[in-house]
């Protein structure tokens, strides 16, 4: 290895010496004690009614003719796609379409076709209807409710809002109570939560509306949408 020569060497020690000076301030600073630091949470909340519905039905044959069964499959679901069409701001979507074997003793014995549609819609009255008529072929299996991706965001910028402003008031709150006249938010987390609905979506039971072939009648119910806020404030000295 080369020898340094001093003025080198002089140089080398003043880089070394310059690197580990740097390395300490900035432990020095993340150690840093603080003091007047206070954590709070505030929260907000509202419950809004749910405003889509949303309902799964299906259709299924079984027996050991498989291209008239799928034929049959196809013949309900494009049948119940045109009637889902006629009704008004409804949106339909087909679903997986199912093909299985049936064995009875290691031994093919039969087929087994499945398909789906998936319906939506507003207007829960319109779609209720449209349920009842589609009974006349094809079961139902979920029935259930959501909120819109508007009114969920509509509803959680307002609690932001509320929350935000109670997490000032409580830290002018602690500020006063503590002889400080300021304080500096130091950190800040907002969160959201929220989506079980709060009251029984349906009135009418799924064996009923599968034995009566009536229109089921529905309640969209409630959910709670919560905002919290929370932070850390630090008292400021005058």
């Known amino acids: 290895m080369p020898i340094l020569q001093p003025p080198h060497f002089l140089l080398f020690l003043f880089f070394v010496a310059a690197s580990l000076l740097s390395v300490v301030t900035v432990a020095s600073e993340d150690n840093e004690t603080h003091y007047d630091r206070i954590s709070l949470l505030a929260t907000a909340s509202d419950e809004i009614e749910n405003d889509i519905l949303e309902a799964t039905l299906s259709v299924h044959r079984e027996g050991s003719n498989l291209p008239e069964l799928s034929e049959e499959v196809n013949k309900t679901v494009q049948w119940a796609i045109a009637e889902a069409k006629k009704v008004s701001g409804v949106t339909v979507q087909t679903m997986g379409y199912q093909t299985n074997p049936v064995y009875q003793q290691r031994r093919l014995s039969a087929w087994r076709v499945r398909q789906s549609l998936r319906l939506e819609s507003k207007d829960i009255a319109r779609l209720s209807q449209l349920i009842g008529k589609l009974q006349e072929r094809l079961a139902v299996e979920r029935v259930g409710y959501r909120v819109s991706v ?56 799924m064996s009923a509306m599968a034995d009566t072939r009536i229109a089921p009648g529905f309640e969209a119910g409630t959910q709670t949408v919560t905002v919290s806020v929370n932070g850390t404030i630090e008292l400021q000295l005058d």
């Open 150 to 205: 508007q009114r969920r965001n509509t509803i959680e910028e307002n609690l932001i809002t509320r929350a935000i402003a109670l997490f000032q008031q409580r830290a002018k709150l602690v500020a006063k109570q503590m002889n400080r006249d300021r304080y500096r938010v130091v950190q800040m987390n907002i969160n959201t939560s929220g989506g079980v609905p709060k009251r029984p979506m349906m009135r009418t039971e």
